[in-house]
Protein backbone atom coordinates (compact mmCIF):
# COMPACT_ATOMS: atom_id res chain seq x y z
CA UNK A 1 0.00 0.00 0.00
CA UNK A 2 1.71 3.43 -1.08
CA UNK A 3 1.66 5.72 2.06
CA UNK A 4 0.05 9.26 1.68
CA UNK A 5 2.31 12.31 1.80
CA UNK A 6 2.20 14.84 4.28
CA UNK A 7 4.48 17.85 4.47
CA UNK A 8 6.54 18.99 7.16
CA UNK A 9 6.95 23.07 6.73
CA UNK A 10 10.25 22.97 8.69
CA UNK A 11 12.90 20.49 7.97
CA UNK A 12 14.17 20.52 11.59
CA UNK A 13 10.56 19.35 12.42
CA UNK A 14 11.58 16.18 10.55
CA UNK A 15 15.14 15.98 12.09
CA UNK A 16 14.30 16.85 15.66
CA UNK A 17 11.00 14.03 15.68
CA UNK A 18 12.01 11.99 13.52
CA UNK A 19 10.98 8.75 15.65
CA UNK A 20 7.72 10.62 16.16
CA UNK A 21 6.67 10.79 12.53
CA UNK A 22 8.58 7.37 11.84
CA UNK A 23 5.78 5.68 14.43
CA UNK A 24 2.66 7.94 13.13
CA UNK A 25 3.75 6.94 9.75
CA UNK A 26 3.92 3.22 10.33
CA UNK A 27 0.19 3.70 12.41
CA UNK A 28 -1.17 5.45 9.55
CA UNK A 29 0.51 4.80 6.48
CA UNK A 30 1.08 7.68 5.81
CA UNK A 31 5.49 9.24 4.63
CA UNK A 32 6.32 12.70 6.17
CA UNK A 33 8.28 14.73 3.96
CA UNK A 34 10.15 18.52 4.39
CA UNK A 35 8.86 20.85 2.30
CA UNK A 36 9.07 24.51 1.64
CA UNK A 37 5.93 26.91 1.09
CA UNK A 38 5.31 27.01 -2.69
CA UNK A 39 6.06 23.20 -3.20
CA UNK A 40 3.35 21.31 -1.41
CA UNK A 41 0.98 20.09 -4.26
CA UNK A 42 2.12 16.69 -4.50
CA UNK A 43 1.34 16.22 -0.33
CA UNK A 44 -2.20 15.64 0.95
CA UNK A 45 -2.08 18.03 4.14
CA UNK A 46 0.88 20.05 5.92
CA UNK A 47 2.19 20.48 9.27
CA UNK A 48 3.53 23.91 10.21
CA UNK A 49 6.25 24.39 12.88
CA UNK A 50 7.56 27.94 14.20
CA UNK A 51 4.59 30.19 11.63
CA UNK A 52 2.86 33.26 12.43
CA UNK A 53 -0.70 32.84 12.43
CA UNK A 54 -0.88 34.93 9.15
CA UNK A 55 1.82 32.15 7.42
CA UNK A 56 -0.28 29.09 8.45
CA UNK A 57 -3.51 30.98 7.06
CA UNK A 58 -2.04 31.86 3.70
CA UNK A 59 -0.28 28.55 3.20
CA UNK A 60 -4.04 26.58 3.93
CA UNK A 61 -5.67 29.40 1.57
CA UNK A 62 -4.24 27.25 -1.08
CA UNK A 63 -6.34 24.75 -0.52
CA UNK A 64 -4.34 22.47 1.57
CA UNK A 65 -5.65 21.44 5.07
CA UNK A 66 -2.88 22.20 7.67
CA UNK A 67 -2.10 21.63 11.17
CA UNK A 68 0.18 24.34 12.66
CA UNK A 69 2.47 24.19 15.82
CA UNK A 70 2.81 28.52 16.38
CA UNK A 71 6.14 29.88 16.65
CA UNK A 72 5.03 32.54 19.52
CA UNK A 73 7.46 32.23 22.71
CA UNK A 74 6.13 29.76 25.28
CA UNK A 75 4.66 31.02 28.22
CA UNK A 76 3.84 29.19 31.61
CA UNK A 77 -0.62 27.69 31.39
CA UNK A 78 -2.10 30.08 34.10
CA UNK A 79 -4.01 27.15 36.14
CA UNK A 80 -2.44 24.06 35.95
CA UNK A 81 -4.74 21.94 37.56
CA UNK A 82 -7.88 23.55 35.38
CA UNK A 83 -9.29 20.30 33.35
CA UNK A 84 -9.39 20.68 29.72
CA UNK A 85 -12.71 21.88 28.09
CA UNK A 86 -13.56 20.32 25.06
CA UNK A 87 -16.39 22.11 22.61
CA UNK A 88 -19.17 20.07 21.22
CA UNK A 89 -18.31 21.01 17.45
CA UNK A 90 -18.89 19.16 14.27
CA UNK A 91 -15.41 19.49 13.58
CA UNK A 92 -13.92 17.48 16.35
CA UNK A 93 -14.72 14.12 16.90
CA UNK A 94 -17.47 12.53 18.68
CA UNK A 95 -15.21 10.76 20.98
CA UNK A 96 -14.25 13.87 22.61
CA UNK A 97 -17.20 16.74 21.41
CA UNK A 98 -17.98 18.28 24.51
CA UNK A 99 -15.76 16.55 27.07
CA UNK A 100 -14.13 17.97 30.60
CA UNK A 101 -11.41 15.85 31.02
CA UNK A 102 -7.94 16.02 33.29
CA UNK A 103 -4.81 16.35 31.67
CA UNK A 104 -1.99 17.65 34.03
CA UNK A 105 0.67 17.59 31.22
CA UNK A 106 0.62 20.79 30.21
CA UNK A 107 2.89 22.98 31.53
CA UNK A 108 3.74 25.64 29.27
CA UNK A 109 2.10 26.83 25.98
CA UNK A 110 2.59 29.25 22.90
CA UNK A 111 -0.04 32.15 23.53
CA UNK A 112 -3.35 31.48 21.01
CA UNK A 113 -5.91 34.23 20.70
CA UNK A 114 -9.23 33.62 19.03
CA UNK A 115 -10.75 36.10 16.46
CA UNK A 116 -14.01 36.16 14.31
CA UNK A 117 -14.49 33.03 12.46
CA UNK A 118 -13.06 30.89 15.16
CA UNK A 119 -14.30 27.30 16.71
CA UNK A 120 -11.93 27.05 19.89
CA UNK A 121 -11.99 22.90 20.40
CA UNK A 122 -9.84 22.99 23.66
CA UNK A 123 -9.56 25.40 26.61
CA UNK A 124 -7.81 24.73 29.71
CA UNK A 125 -9.32 27.44 32.51
CA UNK A 126 -8.59 30.56 30.66
CA UNK A 127 -6.23 29.45 28.07
CA UNK A 128 -6.65 28.50 24.45
CA UNK A 129 -5.00 25.59 23.59
CA UNK A 130 -6.39 24.59 20.15
CA UNK A 131 -8.65 26.28 17.33
CA UNK A 132 -9.89 25.39 14.28
CA UNK A 133 -10.75 27.81 11.28
CA UNK A 134 -11.93 27.02 7.50
CA UNK A 135 -10.22 28.93 5.27
CA UNK A 136 -11.29 29.08 1.66
CA UNK A 137 -12.03 25.53 0.56
CA UNK A 138 -9.42 23.92 3.31
CA UNK A 139 -9.24 23.91 7.11
CA UNK A 140 -6.20 25.13 9.57
CA UNK A 141 -5.60 24.08 13.05
CA UNK A 142 -4.26 25.97 15.09
CA UNK A 143 -2.09 24.84 18.13
CA UNK A 144 -0.76 26.62 21.48
CA UNK A 145 0.84 23.36 22.72
CA UNK A 146 4.02 21.37 21.38
CA UNK A 147 4.70 17.87 20.13
CA UNK A 148 5.84 15.66 22.24
CA UNK A 149 9.30 14.34 21.59
CA UNK A 150 9.95 10.46 21.53
CA UNK A 151 13.05 9.57 22.73
CA UNK A 152 14.33 5.78 22.70
CA UNK A 153 12.65 3.32 24.66
CA UNK A 154 9.56 5.38 24.45
CA UNK A 155 5.92 4.47 22.62
CA UNK A 156 3.29 6.69 21.05
CA UNK A 157 0.76 5.50 23.96
CA UNK A 158 2.71 7.03 26.36
CA UNK A 159 1.64 10.48 25.04
CA UNK A 160 -1.68 9.28 24.43
CA UNK A 161 -3.24 8.03 27.86
CA UNK A 162 -5.14 8.93 31.00
CA UNK A 163 -3.84 12.42 32.00
CA UNK A 164 -1.20 12.80 29.42
CA UNK A 165 -3.02 12.87 25.74
CA UNK A 166 -3.36 16.85 24.75
CA UNK A 167 -0.04 16.80 22.68
CA UNK A 168 -0.73 14.32 20.69
CA UNK A 169 -4.55 14.33 20.31
CA UNK A 170 -4.84 17.16 17.69
CA UNK A 171 -2.37 15.55 15.44
CA UNK A 172 -3.69 11.86 15.95
CA UNK A 173 -7.40 13.81 15.12
CA UNK A 174 -5.99 15.62 12.30
CA UNK A 175 -3.84 12.40 10.60
CA UNK A 176 -6.22 9.53 11.43
CA UNK A 177 -8.93 10.77 8.54
CA UNK A 178 -5.95 11.08 5.57
CA UNK A 179 -4.63 7.18 6.32
CA UNK A 180 -5.48 5.74 3.34
CA UNK A 181 -7.20 2.68 5.10
CA UNK A 182 -10.52 2.75 6.79
CA UNK A 183 -10.78 1.11 10.51
CA UNK A 184 -13.18 -1.05 11.18
CA UNK A 185 -16.55 0.90 12.82
CA UNK A 186 -17.21 1.64 16.44
CA UNK A 187 -17.41 -2.15 18.35
CA UNK A 188 -17.84 -2.79 22.25
CA UNK A 189 -18.19 -5.74 24.64
CA UNK A 190 -17.83 -5.37 28.30
CA UNK A 191 -16.33 -8.23 29.74
CA UNK A 192 -16.03 -10.09 33.16
CA UNK A 193 -13.12 -13.02 34.18
CA UNK A 194 -14.16 -16.14 35.95
CA UNK A 195 -18.15 -17.04 35.81
CA UNK A 196 -19.42 -20.26 34.81
CA UNK A 197 -22.76 -21.84 34.21
CA UNK A 198 -23.22 -24.04 37.11
CA UNK A 199 -25.83 -21.62 38.70
CA UNK A 200 -27.70 -18.36 37.45
CA UNK A 201 -25.88 -16.43 39.29
CA UNK A 202 -22.03 -15.73 40.14
CA UNK A 203 -20.97 -13.94 43.34
CA UNK A 204 -22.41 -10.91 42.49
CA UNK A 205 -23.54 -11.71 38.97
CA UNK A 206 -27.04 -12.24 38.18
CA UNK A 207 -26.91 -13.29 34.42
CA UNK A 208 -31.21 -12.62 34.42
CA UNK A 209 -31.00 -9.27 36.14
CA UNK A 210 -27.41 -8.18 33.57
CA UNK A 211 -29.38 -9.50 30.11
CA UNK A 212 -32.12 -7.59 31.19
CA UNK A 213 -30.12 -4.42 31.83
CA UNK A 214 -27.87 -4.61 28.67
CA UNK A 215 -30.75 -4.72 26.63
CA UNK A 216 -32.29 -1.63 28.70
CA UNK A 217 -29.31 0.38 28.24
CA UNK A 218 -27.49 -1.21 24.94
CA UNK A 219 -24.61 -3.42 25.57
CA UNK A 220 -23.10 -6.94 25.45
CA UNK A 221 -21.52 -8.57 28.66
CA UNK A 222 -18.88 -11.47 27.56
CA UNK A 223 -17.69 -13.66 30.49
CA UNK A 224 -14.80 -15.43 30.33
CA UNK A 225 -15.15 -19.27 31.63
CA UNK A 226 -12.59 -21.37 32.87
CA UNK A 227 -12.81 -24.75 30.52
CA UNK A 228 -11.80 -27.22 33.98
CA UNK A 229 -15.52 -25.70 35.38
CA UNK A 230 -17.18 -27.35 32.31
CA UNK A 231 -18.23 -30.07 33.92
CA UNK A 232 -21.35 -29.31 34.74
CA UNK A 233 -23.89 -26.97 33.14
CA UNK A 234 -26.84 -25.96 35.25
CA UNK A 235 -30.05 -26.35 31.99
CA UNK A 236 -31.73 -23.26 33.33
CA UNK A 237 -29.10 -21.13 33.01
CA UNK A 238 -27.92 -22.57 29.42
CA UNK A 239 -31.09 -21.91 28.63
CA UNK A 240 -30.91 -18.40 29.80
CA UNK A 241 -27.72 -17.53 27.60
CA UNK A 242 -29.25 -19.14 24.41
CA UNK A 243 -32.34 -16.87 24.99
CA UNK A 244 -30.09 -13.53 25.07
CA UNK A 245 -27.07 -14.34 23.13
CA UNK A 246 -27.00 -10.98 21.91
CA UNK A 247 -25.95 -9.96 25.36
CA UNK A 248 -24.91 -12.34 26.63
CA UNK A 249 -21.55 -14.81 25.64
CA UNK A 250 -18.42 -16.97 26.71
CA UNK A 251 -14.83 -16.86 25.68
CA UNK A 252 -12.31 -18.98 27.63
CA UNK A 253 -10.23 -17.94 30.47
CA UNK A 254 -7.51 -19.88 30.49
CA UNK A 255 -8.11 -23.92 31.18
CA UNK A 256 -7.16 -25.03 34.97
CA UNK A 257 -6.98 -21.18 36.31
CA UNK A 258 -4.24 -21.65 38.07
CA UNK A 259 -1.69 -17.97 38.61
CA UNK A 260 -0.54 -16.75 35.54
CA UNK A 261 -0.83 -19.71 33.99
CA UNK A 262 -0.47 -18.75 30.45
CA UNK A 263 2.88 -17.18 31.01
CA UNK A 264 4.58 -20.32 33.50
CA UNK A 265 7.47 -22.36 32.59
CA UNK A 266 6.21 -25.72 31.41
CA UNK A 267 7.92 -28.67 29.89
CA UNK A 268 8.48 -29.79 26.13
CA UNK A 269 5.01 -29.94 24.80
CA UNK A 270 3.10 -29.14 28.10
CA UNK A 271 1.87 -26.16 26.86
CA UNK A 272 0.73 -27.87 23.77
CA UNK A 273 -1.29 -30.37 25.61
CA UNK A 274 -2.70 -27.49 27.97
CA UNK A 275 -4.03 -25.08 25.28
CA UNK A 276 -5.55 -28.54 23.54
CA UNK A 277 -7.21 -29.37 26.55
CA UNK A 278 -8.69 -26.51 26.84
CA UNK A 279 -10.20 -26.02 23.39
CA UNK A 280 -11.38 -30.04 23.53
CA UNK A 281 -12.94 -28.93 27.54
CA UNK A 282 -14.71 -25.78 25.58
CA UNK A 283 -16.07 -28.01 22.88
CA UNK A 284 -17.72 -30.22 25.31
CA UNK A 285 -19.17 -27.61 27.40
CA UNK A 286 -20.56 -26.48 23.92
CA UNK A 287 -22.42 -30.06 23.69
CA UNK A 288 -23.53 -29.96 27.18
CA UNK A 289 -25.12 -25.82 26.87
CA UNK A 290 -26.30 -25.60 23.57
CA UNK A 291 -24.53 -22.68 23.21
CA UNK A 292 -21.50 -21.26 21.04
CA UNK A 293 -18.65 -20.51 22.76
CA UNK A 294 -15.57 -17.84 21.43
CA UNK A 295 -12.43 -19.43 20.96
CA UNK A 296 -11.06 -16.67 22.04
CA UNK A 297 -8.20 -16.72 25.13
CA UNK A 298 -8.79 -13.95 28.15
CA UNK A 299 -5.37 -14.88 29.50
CA UNK A 300 -5.72 -15.18 33.29
CA UNK A 301 -4.12 -12.70 35.60
CA UNK A 302 -3.14 -11.31 32.08
CA UNK A 303 -0.09 -13.28 31.74
CA UNK A 304 0.49 -14.62 28.78
CA UNK A 305 4.35 -15.56 27.01
CA UNK A 306 5.07 -16.12 23.46
CA UNK A 307 5.61 -19.59 23.71
CA UNK A 308 2.30 -19.93 24.76
CA UNK A 309 0.95 -17.46 22.16
CA UNK A 310 2.29 -20.19 19.89
CA UNK A 311 0.81 -23.13 21.38
CA UNK A 312 -2.54 -21.33 20.97
CA UNK A 313 -2.09 -20.97 17.57
CA UNK A 314 -1.26 -24.25 16.55
CA UNK A 315 -4.33 -25.72 18.13
CA UNK A 316 -6.93 -23.13 16.87
CA UNK A 317 -7.30 -20.34 18.84
CA UNK A 318 -8.40 -17.19 16.95
CA UNK A 319 -7.11 -14.79 19.47
CA UNK A 320 -6.19 -13.81 23.22
CA UNK A 321 -8.09 -10.59 24.66
CA UNK A 322 -4.94 -8.92 27.14
CA UNK A 323 -4.23 -5.70 28.11
CA UNK A 324 -1.07 -3.70 26.69
CA UNK A 325 0.35 -3.05 29.99
CA UNK A 326 0.08 -6.93 30.97
CA UNK A 327 0.84 -8.33 27.27
CA UNK A 328 3.91 -6.11 27.51
CA UNK A 329 5.00 -6.85 31.24
CA UNK A 330 5.30 -10.79 30.77
CA UNK A 331 7.28 -10.11 27.33
CA UNK A 332 9.60 -8.03 28.30
CA UNK A 333 12.26 -9.37 25.97
CA UNK A 334 9.56 -8.61 23.04
CA UNK A 335 11.29 -5.80 20.78
CA UNK A 336 7.80 -4.21 20.95
CA UNK A 337 6.76 -1.13 17.91
CA UNK A 338 6.68 1.79 18.88
CA UNK A 339 2.70 1.40 18.00
CA UNK A 340 2.06 -0.69 20.24
CA UNK A 341 -1.12 -0.05 22.58
CA UNK A 342 -2.57 1.87 19.34
CA UNK A 343 -3.54 -0.70 16.70
CA UNK A 344 -6.36 -3.00 16.63
CA UNK A 345 -4.73 -5.96 17.75
CA UNK A 346 -1.00 -6.87 18.57
CA UNK A 347 1.08 -9.92 18.02
CA UNK A 348 2.49 -12.51 19.70
CA UNK A 349 4.78 -15.23 18.16
CA UNK A 350 4.73 -15.98 14.33
CA UNK A 351 0.89 -14.01 14.23
CA UNK A 352 -1.38 -14.64 17.03
CA UNK A 353 -3.55 -11.83 17.46
CA UNK A 354 -4.07 -10.26 20.88
CA UNK A 355 -7.01 -7.34 21.08
CA UNK A 356 -6.69 -4.84 23.36
CA UNK A 357 -9.00 -4.17 26.54
CA UNK A 358 -8.96 -2.56 29.63
CA UNK A 359 -9.78 -2.24 33.31
CA UNK A 360 -13.84 -1.80 34.31
CA UNK A 361 -12.78 1.28 36.36
CA UNK A 362 -13.52 5.11 36.83
CA UNK A 363 -10.53 6.11 36.46
CA UNK A 364 -10.42 4.97 32.64
CA UNK A 365 -12.92 7.08 31.50
CA UNK A 366 -10.45 8.53 28.89
CA UNK A 367 -9.64 5.59 28.00
CA UNK A 368 -12.73 4.39 26.46
CA UNK A 369 -12.72 8.07 24.36
CA UNK A 370 -9.07 7.31 22.84
CA UNK A 371 -9.71 4.02 21.93
CA UNK A 372 -13.18 5.12 20.52
CA UNK A 373 -10.77 8.19 18.35
CA UNK A 374 -7.82 5.17 17.44
CA UNK A 375 -11.49 3.17 15.93
CA UNK A 376 -9.93 0.04 18.48
CA UNK A 377 -12.19 -2.11 20.17
CA UNK A 378 -13.77 -0.97 23.15
CA UNK A 379 -13.26 -4.03 25.59
CA UNK A 380 -13.66 -2.92 29.55
CA UNK A 381 -12.94 -6.12 31.69
CA UNK A 382 -13.73 -6.53 35.47
CA UNK A 383 -14.63 -9.51 38.30
CA UNK A 384 -17.90 -10.18 39.73
CA UNK A 385 -17.00 -7.85 42.84
CA UNK A 386 -17.17 -5.10 40.79
CA UNK A 387 -20.71 -5.05 40.29
CA UNK A 388 -21.23 -5.76 44.39
CA UNK A 389 -23.23 -1.99 44.63
CA UNK A 390 -25.64 -3.07 41.52
CA UNK A 391 -25.12 -2.81 37.88
CA UNK A 392 -24.76 1.59 37.83
CA UNK A 393 -21.27 1.13 37.04
CA UNK A 394 -21.98 -0.92 33.79
CA UNK A 395 -24.67 1.60 32.79
CA UNK A 396 -22.42 4.49 33.32
CA UNK A 397 -19.80 2.87 31.13
CA UNK A 398 -22.55 1.58 28.54
CA UNK A 399 -23.61 5.23 28.34
CA UNK A 400 -20.12 6.64 28.01
CA UNK A 401 -19.38 3.97 25.48
CA UNK A 402 -22.82 4.65 23.49
CA UNK A 403 -22.05 8.60 23.48
CA UNK A 404 -18.93 7.97 21.04
CA UNK A 405 -20.97 7.41 18.55
CA UNK A 406 -23.05 4.03 16.63
CA UNK A 407 -21.67 1.14 18.37
CA UNK A 408 -22.05 -2.05 17.71
CA UNK A 409 -22.29 -4.39 20.84
CA UNK A 410 -20.84 -8.00 19.99
CA UNK A 411 -19.88 -11.47 21.49
CA UNK A 412 -15.62 -12.09 21.17
CA UNK A 413 -15.56 -14.20 18.09
CA UNK A 414 -17.51 -11.23 16.25
CA UNK A 415 -14.82 -8.65 17.80
CA UNK A 416 -12.10 -11.09 16.21
CA UNK A 417 -13.84 -11.61 12.72
CA UNK A 418 -14.64 -7.93 12.12
CA UNK A 419 -11.12 -7.02 13.28
CA UNK A 420 -9.49 -5.73 9.59
CA UNK A 421 -8.89 -2.63 7.56
CA UNK A 422 -10.29 -1.44 4.09
CA UNK A 423 -8.96 0.51 1.36
CA UNK A 424 -11.05 0.71 -2.26
CA UNK A 425 -8.68 1.62 -5.24
CA UNK A 426 -11.09 1.46 -8.11
CA UNK A 427 -12.75 -1.69 -8.48
CA UNK A 428 -10.03 -3.51 -6.34
CA UNK A 429 -10.88 -3.86 -2.50
CA UNK A 430 -7.67 -4.25 -0.42
CA UNK A 431 -7.81 -5.51 3.12
CA UNK A 432 -5.61 -5.25 5.92
CA UNK A 433 -6.00 -8.35 8.93
CA UNK A 434 -5.71 -8.40 12.06
CA UNK A 435 -7.45 -11.66 13.16
CA UNK A 436 -6.33 -14.72 11.50
CA UNK A 437 -9.47 -15.16 10.18
CA UNK A 438 -11.90 -12.51 9.26
CA UNK A 439 -15.66 -11.85 7.60
CA UNK A 440 -15.30 -9.59 5.18
CA UNK A 441 -18.80 -7.66 2.61
CA UNK A 442 -17.01 -7.02 -0.90
CA UNK A 443 -18.72 -3.74 -2.21
CA UNK A 444 -21.12 -3.96 -4.95
CA UNK A 445 -18.64 -2.16 -7.58
CA UNK A 446 -15.41 -4.34 -6.53
CA UNK A 447 -14.15 -7.53 -8.19
CA UNK A 448 -10.62 -7.64 -6.91
CA UNK A 449 -9.38 -8.22 -3.68
CA UNK A 450 -5.97 -8.05 -1.75
CA UNK A 451 -5.12 -9.15 1.61
CA UNK A 452 -2.69 -7.85 3.37
CA UNK A 453 -2.00 -9.06 7.21
CA UNK A 454 -0.45 -6.92 9.51
CA UNK A 455 2.06 -9.13 11.30
CA UNK A 456 4.16 -10.03 8.20
CA UNK A 457 6.33 -8.00 6.08
CA UNK A 458 5.88 -7.27 2.53
CA UNK A 459 7.86 -10.66 1.50
CA UNK A 460 6.30 -12.73 3.72
CA UNK A 461 3.82 -15.60 2.77
CA UNK A 462 1.05 -17.71 3.93
CA UNK A 463 -1.79 -19.77 2.51
CA UNK A 464 -5.04 -18.23 2.45
CA UNK A 465 -8.15 -19.64 2.86
CA UNK A 466 -11.73 -17.85 0.83
CA UNK A 467 -14.99 -19.31 1.78
CA UNK A 468 -18.05 -17.63 0.84
CA UNK A 469 -20.85 -19.24 3.13
CA UNK A 470 -21.14 -22.68 3.31
CA UNK A 471 -19.36 -23.54 0.10
CA UNK A 472 -16.15 -25.52 0.37
CA UNK A 473 -13.45 -22.76 0.68
CA UNK A 474 -10.52 -22.07 -1.80
CA UNK A 475 -6.88 -22.30 -0.91
CA UNK A 476 -4.22 -19.85 -1.84
CA UNK A 477 -1.14 -21.55 -0.83
CA UNK A 478 1.68 -19.03 -0.01
CA UNK A 479 -0.22 -16.04 -0.86
CA UNK A 480 1.18 -12.90 -0.63
CA UNK A 481 -0.64 -9.68 -2.07
CA UNK A 482 -1.69 -10.58 -5.26
CA UNK A 483 -5.19 -9.33 -6.74
CA UNK A 484 -8.01 -12.16 -6.38
CA UNK A 485 -11.29 -12.16 -7.96
CA UNK A 486 -14.31 -11.93 -5.56
CA UNK A 487 -17.84 -11.83 -6.35
CA UNK A 488 -19.26 -8.18 -5.45
CA UNK A 489 -22.39 -7.71 -3.27
CA UNK A 490 -21.09 -10.53 -1.16
CA UNK A 491 -19.47 -11.49 2.19
CA UNK A 492 -16.52 -13.82 2.22
CA UNK A 493 -14.64 -15.49 5.23
CA UNK A 494 -10.94 -14.75 4.55
CA UNK A 495 -8.72 -17.50 7.07
CA UNK A 496 -4.71 -17.31 7.32
CA UNK A 497 -3.99 -20.86 7.28
CA UNK A 498 -1.52 -21.62 10.21
CA UNK A 499 1.38 -23.62 8.93
CA UNK A 500 2.07 -26.30 11.35
CA UNK A 501 -1.83 -26.38 12.78
CA UNK A 502 -2.56 -29.77 15.03
CA UNK A 503 -5.75 -31.00 15.32
CA UNK A 504 -6.06 -30.80 19.38
CA UNK A 505 -7.48 -34.03 19.64
CA UNK A 506 -4.28 -35.85 18.32
CA UNK A 507 -2.47 -33.57 21.35
CA UNK A 508 -2.04 -35.71 24.60
CA UNK A 509 -3.63 -33.87 27.60
CA UNK A 510 -1.61 -33.45 30.86
CA UNK A 511 -3.26 -34.90 33.92
CA UNK A 512 -4.58 -32.11 36.09
CA UNK A 513 -3.20 -31.66 39.37
CA UNK A 514 -5.41 -31.93 42.42
CA UNK A 515 -4.12 -28.56 43.39
CA UNK A 516 -4.86 -27.24 40.27
CA UNK A 517 -8.64 -28.54 40.70
CA UNK A 518 -8.64 -28.09 44.59
CA UNK A 519 -7.18 -24.25 44.16
CA UNK A 520 -10.24 -23.25 40.98
CA UNK A 521 -12.88 -25.26 43.42
CA UNK A 522 -11.85 -22.86 46.67
CA UNK A 523 -11.85 -19.92 44.10
CA UNK A 524 -15.43 -20.42 42.71
CA UNK A 525 -16.40 -21.11 46.22
CA UNK A 526 -15.10 -17.82 47.55
CA UNK A 527 -16.55 -15.64 44.64
CA UNK A 528 -19.95 -17.10 45.30
CA UNK A 529 -19.59 -16.26 48.92
CA UNK A 530 -18.98 -13.35 48.86
CA UNK A 531 -22.58 -11.68 48.56
CA UNK A 532 -23.60 -14.28 51.07
CA UNK A 533 -21.28 -12.63 53.66
CA UNK A 534 -21.74 -9.45 52.58
CA UNK A 535 -25.39 -9.76 53.16
CA UNK A 536 -24.09 -11.08 56.54
CA UNK A 537 -22.07 -8.18 57.93
CA UNK A 538 -25.05 -5.64 56.84
CA UNK A 539 -27.54 -7.61 59.29
CA UNK A 540 -27.35 -6.05 62.77
CA UNK A 541 -27.44 -8.57 65.79
CA UNK A 542 -30.93 -8.74 67.97
CA UNK A 543 -30.50 -5.99 71.23
CA UNK A 544 -29.68 -7.75 74.16
CA UNK A 545 -32.54 -7.31 77.01
CA UNK A 546 -32.63 -4.11 78.31
CA UNK A 547 -30.38 -2.28 75.67
CA UNK A 548 -31.87 0.07 73.51
CA UNK A 549 -31.54 -0.43 69.62
CA UNK A 550 -30.39 2.54 67.71
Known amino acids: MKPVRIALVSSEALSGHRRLFDALGELYTLQFVARDEGKLS ?25 LAFLGQPPVAVRSETADLSMAALPCLDRSFRGRVIRDRSI ?23 WIHRVV ?12 PSLGGGEYLYQFLQRDNF ?30 N ?68 DYPVGHRLGLMAQALLRIARLEARSGLEISRIMAAPHGGCSQEMAAAMLQVGFEAACISRWSLMHYNQNRD ?28 REVDVYLAALLQKPIILVGHHDDVSGGLDIMKQFADRINSVGNVSWMNMRAMARSNFCTHQDGDTLHVKMYSRRVQVGIPSDAVNLIVHRAWFEADEHETLELRYGQLNGVRIDGYRAGAIKVNPGTEIELTSVVAEGIDPQTVRAPRTSFWAGARRGFCEF ?3 ARPIFACLRKVKPPARAGEQST
Open 166 to 195: MHLLPLMHFLRGLSPWKRPPLRGCLMFDDP
Open 336 to 363: WPQTVGLNPAEYLETGFPVIPRFKLAHE
Open 136 to 147: GKASIDLLAVDL
Open 107 to 129: KQLRELKSKSGDEVITRKGEDIL
Open 42 to 66: DCAAALLFGQSRDAAERIAGSGIPC
Open 526 to 528: RDR
Open 197 to 264: LHWKTYGCVRYEEMARHARAHNYHVSFATVPFDGWYVHPATAALFRAHKDRLSLLVHGNNHTYAELAQ
